[in-house]
């Protein structure tokens, strides 16, 4: 269950992407909008990079990349990524009250929650609608 009982339909849980992906999100590092994360693997098994979208307090969108795993789709072999948006930028806060509370009640990040706080912080930048990879269900 979400928030107000509203029940969500999680849509995307990995996807592929071309390879060129990563050297865009690289050249994001360089103009400070993401952030490379330490030690991928740690969270997401067999991941070999990992960024952090990094210009909201909240619900930026993290993208992790198993470049050895891939897939072809059409002409082009695509790499699996694992797109994910987080309550909270700071790492101490993540881990404390989304990780590991998540772990403790057996939950999930709501996606509702996280569509909130990304449109709130959206709104505040002046970015286009959010328009998320997921629908809610009832």
Known sequence: MG???IRWQRIVSSAYAVPALVSEIKDAVAKKLFAPE?????FHGDATSSFKEIRFGEANVQLTFHEKTTKRIGKD??????????????LGAHAILEVIQNHITNSLTDPIQVYV?????GKQFG???FEPSYKVVE
């Open 3 to 5: 928030l107000n009982g």
């Open 77 to 90: 072999t695509c790499i699996r990524v694992e797109p994910d948006i987080d309550y909270y930028k700071d």
């Open 38 to 42: 330490l030690d991928p693997s740690f």
């Open 117 to 121: 706080l990304r449109w709130m912080a």
């Open 127 to 129: 970015l286009p609608e």
